[in-house]
């Protein structure tokens, strides 16, 4: 497939002339995205009116404590959050402090315009006609620039749901970074995203190439992990294999995130995605998550303690290995501009 061919969209591998060698200085590193939203019920039909924003105290802690570590996390922030006189304050704050960055996150059933209907298919907004979807984003970057004076440049969809169209509107929009794409996970049973064969190494996307796509990690871990993800799909269309195979430590898929992942889990994915050269390591989590009673997660204060203990061994087993904390800046300035780039493919 030549470039010609090739649009850039973030459903489909990139070339290898996309593939982004970062500067060899910056190392092996670690980066904290996390998805800040309005509370609902994750078990209940979307709704609009479901855009209630309380975990505030909890995203205080939690930033008091990623800042103490020496972690500068990226909030990407949905509409409900930074339409909120005292969540925009809140963050407007740690920014000016240089301690958090702002990025935006796209739920269209709670993001103006509300033209659409409702519903599970409709949650994905990169599958929404794409005037809406460039009308929603529009709406999210300048709610965002009249709360912080300015524009977002790193985004990630509401449930990885990026489409054909998303990387094109992400850069007409003036976006530099996105990181919607959930490798190895393919959401197409559910009218959302299939994103098998995508890497795990930040790559050019969008028509112009000028969009940085930075994926979530996710490992495989396990005597068979060398069968990678053709394995793992193929034990997943046989029902129960899959399930019986990560039971026995033979094969796991494991994302890089604290919700469901047990410590011991995580610290395998690590290495496993060290072996594999992946130079960034991209955490994720759900703003509610910091505050009990919104998330699956993190029910109650025992939740609480689990989670921040699996940070405290997470960052322990990431400065053994020699992988310290980037923050959106950091990266942005270790990718080669295009040109160096593409002379260097």
Same mark, same amino acid.
């Given at each position: 497939?030549? @470039?010609?061919?090739?649009?850039?969209?973030?459903?489909?591998?990139?070339?290898?002339?996309?593939?982004?060698?970062?500067?060899?200085?910056?190392?092996?590193?670690?980066?904290?995205?996390?998805?800040?939203?309005?509370?609902?019920?994750?078990? $209940?039909?979307?709704?609009?009116?479901?855009?209630?924003?309380?975990?505030?105290?909890?995203?205080?802690?939690?930033?008091?404590?990623?800042?103490?570590?020496?972690?500068?996390?990226?909030?990407?922030?949905?509409?409900?959050? !930074?339409?909120?006189?005292?969540? @925009?304050?809140?963050?407007?704050?740690?920014?000016?402090?240089?301690?958090?960055?702002?990025?935006?996150?796209?739920?269209?059933?709670?993001?103006?315009?509300?033209?659409?209907?409702?519903?599970?298919?409709?949650?994905?907004?990169?599958?929404?006609?794409?005037? !809406?979807?460039?009308?929603?984003?529009?709406?999210?970057?300048?709610?965002?620039?009249?709360?912080?004076?300015?524009?977002? !440049? @790193?985004?990630?969809? +509401?449930?990885?749901?990026?489409? @054909?169209?998303?990387?094109?509107?992400?850069?007409? $929009?003036?976006?530099?970074?996105? /990181?919607? =794409?959930?490798?190895?996970?393919?959401?197409?049973?559910?009218?959302?995203?299939?994103?098998? +064969?995508?890497?795990?190494?930040?790559?050019?996307?969008?028509?112009?190439?000028?969009?940085?796509?930075?994926?979530?990690?996710?490992?495989?871990?396990?005597?068979?992990?060398?069968?990678?993800?053709?394995?793992?799909? $193929?034990?997943?269309?046989?029902?129960?294999?899959?399930?019986?195979?990560?039971?026995?430590?033979?094969? /796991?898929?494991?994302?890089?995130?604290?919700?469901?992942?047990?410590?011991?889990?995580?610290? /395998?994915?690590?290495?496993?995605?060290?072996?594999?050269?992946?130079?960034?390591?991209?955490?994720?989590?759900?703003?509610?998550?910091?505050?009990?009673?919104?998330?699956?997660?993190?029910?109650?204060?025992?939740?609480?303690?689990?989670?921040?203990?699996?940070?405290?061994?997470?960052?322990?087993?990431?400065?053994?290995?020699? =992988?310290?904390? $980037?923050?959106?800046?950091?990266? !942005?300035?270790? =990718?080669?501009?295009?040109?160096?780039?593409?002379?260097?493919?």
């Amino acid at each position: 497939m030549t @470039a010609q061919l090739h649009d850039g969209n973030l459903l489909r591998p990139p070339l290898a002339q996309d593939m982004i060698a970062l500067d060899p200085a910056f190392g092996a590193r670690f980066m904290l995205f996390v998805d800040t939203e309005e509370e609902f019920d994750w078990n $209940a039909p979307f709704s609009r009116a479901s855009n209630r924003v309380t975990a505030l105290p909890g995203m205080a802690r939690g930033q008091a404590y990623f800042a103490a570590a020496g972690v500068k996390p990226i909030y990407v922030t949905d509409y409900p959050v !930074i339409d909120s006189d005292a969540a @925009a304050a809140m963050m407007g704050q740690w920014v000016n402090d240089g301690a958090a960055d702002i990025g935006a996150h796209l739920h269209p059933w709670v993001n103006p315009p509300h033209v659409e209907d409702v519903n599970a298919a409709n949650s994905y907004v990169g599958f929404l006609p794409e005037a !809406i979807e460039r009308a929603k984003l529009e709406a999210l970057c300048q709610r965002i620039e009249e709360r912080f004076g300015r524009r977002p !440049i @790193a985004y990630r969809a +509401g449930r990885y749901g990026v489409g @054909a169209s998303s990387a094109r509107l992400l850069e007409e $929009a003036g976006f530099r970074l996105d /990181s919607s =794409v959930r490798s190895r996970f393919d959401y197409s049973h559910q009218n959302g995203p299939d994103f098998h +064969g995508l890497p795990q190494h930040p790559y050019w996307a969008g028509p112009t190439r000028s969009l940085i796509e930075l994926p979530l990690s996710t490992a495989f871990a396990g005597l068979l992990r060398g069968g990678g993800e053709r394995l793992y799909r $193929a034990a997943q269309a046989m029902g129960p294999l899959a399930g019986a195979l990560s039971r026995v430590r033979m094969l /796991s898929r494991i994302p890089l995130t604290p919700e469901g992942v047990p410590l011991h889990e995580a610290i /395998s994915a690590i290495d496993a995605l060290i072996d594999e050269g992946v130079r960034v390591l991209n955490f994720s989590f759900h703003s509610p998550t910091l505050e009990p009673g919104h998330t699956p997660y993190v029910r109650n204060e025992g939740d609480r303690t689990t989670f921040y203990r699996w940070w405290d061994g997470v960052l322990t087993h990431l400065e053994r290995r020699g =992988v310290t904390a $980037a923050s959106l800046d950091q990266f !942005i300035a270790a =990718v080669p501009m295009r040109g160096r780039a593409c002379q260097a493919a």
